[in-house]
């Protein structure tokens, strides 16, 4: 299997355009170099046989936490933070 | 060709408030945007807190899809950019999901579930200008977002589209019946489609609204990659939008192989753990389900099957409505209230484009009418006639039934008889003659004269006794 | 205002607030000067509160001065979280630390810098401005949470600091700044309104001169909030309690990792002498191994990573935050104004944490993190059932200048966490105390204890500021 502690600029592109992140070119090369660094020093990893563990979410357990069905009106503006707004709703980009 | 067709539906359930945060879930008056509070809008510093009735509500789904349900589940995030997400990513259920595996019988066919899980709804969009090509910006109403979903997805077991149709409706009666999802309510029930041929690439057609277009959709898309197919083409794996107006699918992207959603535990939200008490405790609180319910009618009130399931999964409403007037209201022959309620209210109810709910029609009035019927105060002829007043109306139907003697002149019946046959000569020769459709047709003319009411075999004795008095 | 004000302790002027000695209304103008004298010398404000309102309640922070790390939302207050891409955002709630503290009668003076969304350890990564130490203006106050330590260490009245660690954002400026800094058990306090680095890492915690001062504002902020599922403890608890407790037979773990050659030897031999000093006053210690300790950065930051990059989806220039024009079609604007409002570091830990979680690759990263986790959390519980607490140096280095800091590249950067991601990552409640001075520069010493254990950390940390080690 091909090394997967690597990182290459097809990737990074790949990746900033999943995340919609504009990087330059030199951002793009720049971050091959750092992001390669950082994997490398995290490749340590592998050496941990963790067989059998299972994953922890949380640091301590978090279980069944929840709240009853019931209705309560928020008294605020959704628009506080916004002018983009037209009639009553929030104006965005368009799809296409 | 072979066709392979799976469905994704995702049902909107009916709690009081979302499945993160305490907004009402009914929107049906409110203004856009008013039931929204920073959870569900994605405000930085929010946190989500799971609605329990959701996760029973998912239970019982689940049981009656005879599905294993998990006694652990998480929930996850499943990230992806598009404006009508408030966090852009939906909280959903991927790794380990409510529930796996299960079935429905639909006739003959036996649908395999392969999975249910809930997740929260985006916002709603609207595209100003056009559609959803080309508009130049859109509008969000973020009412919707976070309400609590249950998706279902089937396994590719459909070779029809009207297969899928019908699993579609008895899905939504089994959830009606359950009483988790309310019909009534927009866009209650979303489908998602999955289609491909003789083993091709599977086409996405989303986000379907109503049974009917789910069968057109399918029906145009079979057509369409079949039409490929004989042109030596392969059909692209890709997402089509279903435009209900032309019955067609448009093309909206490409499908990037499995579209890297990458999911991760939420660690905002707990794990929920339901022990194999709480399971059972809300599996024996669940109503009855469609299919036993038609074999309860038809048992207790002596009802063919047919006559139960038309009923039962016409609208939930009207199996409700017969059994109230023969359960509350005590009527004494259900099978003639069920001929009457399937063969002539639920055509006046559809000719007003209303349901059984949203109608005038009360059980006390319909036994009323029944009752009419049944003492012979009126004919059933005239009963078929007076039937589509009473639903546009909703009056008692012996208020209604006076009115209508009042109104109309007394009638002078041998007076008619006597002018009909004397400008049907023709008729009265042919009767003559044996032919007994003759007979017909004049006791018809007396009968439109005198609006139905007059009894049809009055009519005919008196024309007999006429004829043969003026030989 | 008299200066004997300003060496007021917490608890004398709370005191004394309650029993009517003190004209608020002149003690908050005098605080508000002092504070926007103090952000003029050493810029650890965000955002100064010009007005703040009276005390709520004569509770039990009745008059108190607080500062709020810049991630607590504050209602109608501006919150940035130390980025671009917040530089207007005025939140319409309070987080629950807040609105706790305001409602027992504290007020609050500012919001202090951060690293951006907590991305860093040395506050430099801050979009508005950067704290300098007091120790020393050319060096940094630590981070993320360095505003939180400048002012803890530079208020001439007195005033505690609500802050916030992830890996270690509280630690770290206690240390530098030579201030206490108590990071609780993850879950202690509520979340509620804490704009997100890391949901399974974030802890609310409190910063000050004082071991009281600490334990008192952490038992006003903790305990259950029904707005947070990861919440828990039940009622809230009087830390203050345990201040009395004292060290008698109370074991100390060292762990040998701790002391490593990534540690600065002279804070090596400095924290070794305080332990030994504990040692003289009825505690015993005996050294550890925790080999796991190695592998706590790859695994913090995996995780940590994966989860920014979900939280950090939010900001897209719709509902709040940064907004731009709507031209282009929403992957060009969302893009546009993400790449205008993140910094450096906030771009590439999404870069990373998106990629750690990507189909085909989170198996091996982001799984595998969550299960070394486990490992490192099973190695803690063991050592703390035969040990009371944990002691190391808080920090392997002194407090470095920003000259130096500019040569660091991303990976040496995080490496400078190594003493505190594993306990982060456990979700262990953790004190940072004062251990002394070094050339003139603070050196902090870390006690660790099990989860739930603040009790075992006040014992000795209140203990410990008996032996003035400052």
């Not at chain 2, 919707?144 to 279902?152: D, F, K, S, Y």
């Not at chain 2, 999955?194 to 379907?208: D, H």
């Not at chain 3, 050294?287 to 592998?295: D, G, Q, W």
Request: charged fraction near 25%; hydrophobic fraction near 35%; glycine fraction near 8%.
């Amino acid at each position: 299997m091909e090394d997967y502690w690597k990182i290459n600029e097809e990737l990074v592109r790949h990746i900033s355009k999943a995340a919609k992140l504009n990087l330059s070119d030199d951002e793009v090369a720049r971050y091959v170099r750092e992001v390669g660094d950082i994997l490398d020093a995290f490749r340590q990893i592998d050496k941990v046989d963790v067989g059998g563990e299972e994953p922890a979410f949380h640091p301590l357990p978090v279980e069944n936490r929840w709240r009853e069905d019931e209705e309560k009106k928020t008294e605020w503006d959704p628009f506080s933070n916004s002018e983009s707004r037209e009639d009553g709703y929030f104006k965005g980009p368009k799809i296409i | 060709m072979e066709v392979m067709i799976g469905l994704e539906v995702h049902c909107q359930l009916a709690t009081r408030s979302k499945l993160f945060c305490s907004d009402s879930t009914d929107s049906r008056e409110s203004a856009p945007n008013e039931n929204t509070c920073p959870i569900c809008l994605g405000f930085p510093g929010s946190k989500p807190v799971v609605n329990r009735k959701a996760i029973d509500y998912g239970i019982m789904v689940a049981t009656a899809l005879n599905s294993n349900i998990a006694r652990r589940m998480y929930f996850s995030r499943k990230s992806y950019f598009y404006p009508d997400m408030a966090k852009n990513f939906q909280v959903t259920q991927y790794e380990i999901p409510l529930a796996l595996g299960g079935y429905v019988e639909v006739g003959d066919l036996k649908v395999r579930i392969r999975r249910v899980h809930m997740e929260e709804d985006p916002a709603k969009l609207s595209y100003v200008g056009g559609d959803i090509t080309n508009s130049k910006y859109v509008l969000i109403d973020y009412n919707r977002a976070g309400a609590p979903l249950l998706e279902i997805v089937t396994e590719p077991d459909f070779k029809t589209p009207q297969q899928a149709r019908a699993f579609l409706e008895k899905l939504s009666s089994m959830l009606e019946h359950i009483g988790i999802y309310d019909p009534s309510r927009e866009a209650s029930l979303r489908v998602d489609s999955n289609v491909s041929i003789e083993g091709g690439n599977r086409v996405e057609v989303k986000n379907i609204t109503g049974f009917a277009n789910v069968e057109k959709a399918l029906g145009y898309e079979i057509v369409r990659q079949r039409g490929l197919l004989r042109m030596n083409m392969k059909a692209v794996m890709e997402t089509r939008h279903f435009d209900a107006a032309t019955r067609t699918t448009k093309s909206l992207r490409k499908k990037e192989a499995e579209a890297d959603y990458g999911y991760i535990f939420d660690p905002d939200l707990p794990s929920i753990t339901l022990s194999e008490a709480s399971i059972k405790k809300v599996a024996d609180a669940m109503p009855e389900l469609p299919d036993q319910r038609v074999a309860r009618i038809s048992g207790s009130y002596g009802l063919d099957e047919y006559q139960a399931k038309v009923l039962v999964y016409t609208d939930k409403n009207l199996a409700d409505f017969f059994e109230e007037c023969c359960t509350r209201y005590a009527y004494k022959d259900p099978p003639h209230a069920a001929n009457w309620i399937i063969n002539y209210l639920l055509k006046s109810l559809n000719w007003n484009m209303t349901a059984i709910k949203g109608s005038k029609v009360r059980a006390g009035t319909f036994i009323e009418f029944l009752g009419l019927i049944d003492s012979g105060t009126i004919t059933e002829r005239y009963a078929k006639e007076l039937i589509k007043e009473y639903v546009d109306t909703g009056i008692s139907p012996t208020e209604l039934a006076e009115r209508n003697i009042r109104s109309t002149p007394k009638i002078n019946l041998e007076e008619i008889v006597s002018a009909i046959i004397s400008s049907n000569r023709q008729a009265v020769e042919e009767f003559k003659g044996g032919n007994a459709r003759a007979l017909q047709f004049m006791i018809g003319q007396v009968l439109a004269k005198t609006n139905k009411q007059a009894d049809p075999n009055a009519i005919k004795e008196l024309i007999l006794k006429m004829i043969s008095e003026a030989k | 205002m008299n200066k004997g004000a300003s060496m007021t302790s917490v608890k004398e002027h709370i005191e004394k607030a309650r029993s009517g000695e003190v004209d608020l209304k002149a003690f908050m103008e005098e605080v508000m000067e002092r504070t926007r004298a103090i952000q003029e010398k050493y810029t650890p404000f965000i955002t100064i509160n010009d007005n703040p309102a009276p005390p709520a309640s004569k509770g039990m922070l009745y008059g108190l001065p607080i500062s709020v790390k810049d991630c607590l939302c504050t209602k109608g207050l501006r919150t940035t979280a130390g980025s671009k891409i917040l530089n207007n955002y005025i939140p319409p709630f309070d987080a629950t630390a807040v609105s706790r503290s305001l409602s027992e009668g504290a007020f609050l003076i500012g919001k202090t810098a951060m690293d951006e969304f907590g991305f860093g350890t040395f506050s430099t990564n801050c979009a508005y401005s950067i704290p300098k130490n007091p120790a020393d203006p050319e060096r940094s106050c630590g981070g993320s949470s360095g505003g939180a330590g400048c002012v803890s260490a530079a208020a001439d009245f007195p005033h505690v600091a609500i802050a916030e660690s992830t890996g270690g954002s509280i630690t770290a400026p206690a240390a530098f700044t030579g201030t206490v800094g108590i990071t609780p058990t993850y879950g202690r306090v509520s979340r509620w309104g804490l704009i997100d680095y890391a949901n399974s890492l974030d802890k609310i915690g409190v910063m000050g001169k004082e071991v009281y001062d600490v334990a008192l504002v952490l038992s006003a902020i903790s305990g259950e909030d029904p707005l947070d599922s990861t919440s828990h403890g039940g009622g809230r608890e009087d830390f203050t309690k345990s201040l009395e407790g004292g060290i008698a037979g109370m074991k100390i773990g060292v762990p040998k990792e701790y002391f490593g050659e990534g540690v600065d030897e002279r804070i090596s031999a400095l924290v070794w002498k305080r332990i030994k000093e504990l040692e003289g006053e009825g505690a015993a210690y005996e050294e550890i191994s925790l080999p796991l300790t190695e592998y706590s950065i790859p695994s913090y930051y995996l995780i940590a990573m994966s989860e920014a990059s979900t939280n950090l989806s939010k900001y897209c220039g719709l509902r709040y935050g940064l907004h731009g024009e709507l031209s282009g079609n929403f992957e060009e604007y969302f893009s546009k104004v993400r790449s205008e409002g993140f910094g450096d570091e906030a771009k590439r830990r999404v870069v990373l944490g998106t990629y750690a979680r990507m189909a085909g690759f989170r198996e091996a990263y982001y799984l595998k993190a969550l299960k070394v986790r486990s490992k490192i959390i099973n190695e803690f519980r063991g050592a703390f059932k035969r040990f009371d607490v944990i002691a190391t140096p808080s920090m392997p280095v002194l407090p470095p200048k920003f000259s130096e800091i500019g040569g660091l590249t991303p990976i040496q950067g995080y490496m400078m966490d190594i003493l505190t991601v594993a306990p982060n990552l456990a979700g262990m409640p953790m004190i940072s105390l004062p251990a002394g001075r070094i050339g003139g520069l603070p050196a902090g010493i870390h006690f660790i204890a099990d989860q739930m254990g603040e009790d075992s950390l006040f014992r000795v940390a209140a203990f410990s500021e008996g032996l003035e080690w400052k």
